[in-house]
Nanobody, 126 residues
Framework: QLQFVESGGGLVQPGGSLRLSCAASGFTLKYYAEGWFRQAPGKEREGVACINTSDGSTYYADSVKGRFTISRDNAKNTMYLQMNSLKSEDTAVYYC???????????????????WGQGAQVTVSS
């Protein structure tokens, strides 16, 4: 049975940090590219970060570059999103995704991913 379970969301003050995790079972993450997307109320889902399977290269949206880090632990079959220096505009539901052939976070890229986590609320507020 395929499962992709997210954890780690919550409420944090501006400038704080959170780490999101997605644990996979029933399939192997390292054979696919993975991505993190987010959706704020009233806005479209947007790509945040992705990591390639071939060489581990990573790509980030300009809005999070230098603050967020995507990673994957092959031994644990788990992917992560480390979020530092959080801002109020980072508030959204965050989704992990996998199953893509290549790293993709631009417009329309969500269709490249076959498996999605259930979503985790991240709220940045004082």
């Amino acid at each position: 049975q395929l499962q992709f379970v997210e954890s780690g969301g919550g409420l944090v003050q501006p400038g704080g940090s959170l780490r999101l995790s997605c644990a996979a079972s029933g399939f192997t993450l390292k054979y696919y590219a993975e991505g993190w997307f987010r959706q704020a109320p009233g806005k479209e889902r947007e790509g945040v970060a992705c990591i390639n399977t071939s060489d581990g290269s990573t790509y980030y949206a300009d809005s999070v570059k230098g603050r967020f880090t995507i990673s994957r632990d092959n031994a644990k079959n788990t992917m992560y999103l480390q979020m530092n220096s959080l801002k109020s505009e980072d508030t959204a539901v965050y989704y992990c995704a996998t199953g893509a052939r290549y790293c993709c976070i631009g417009y329309g890229c969500s269709t490249e991913y076959d498996y999605w986590g259930q979503g985790a609320q991240v709220t940045v507020s004082s």
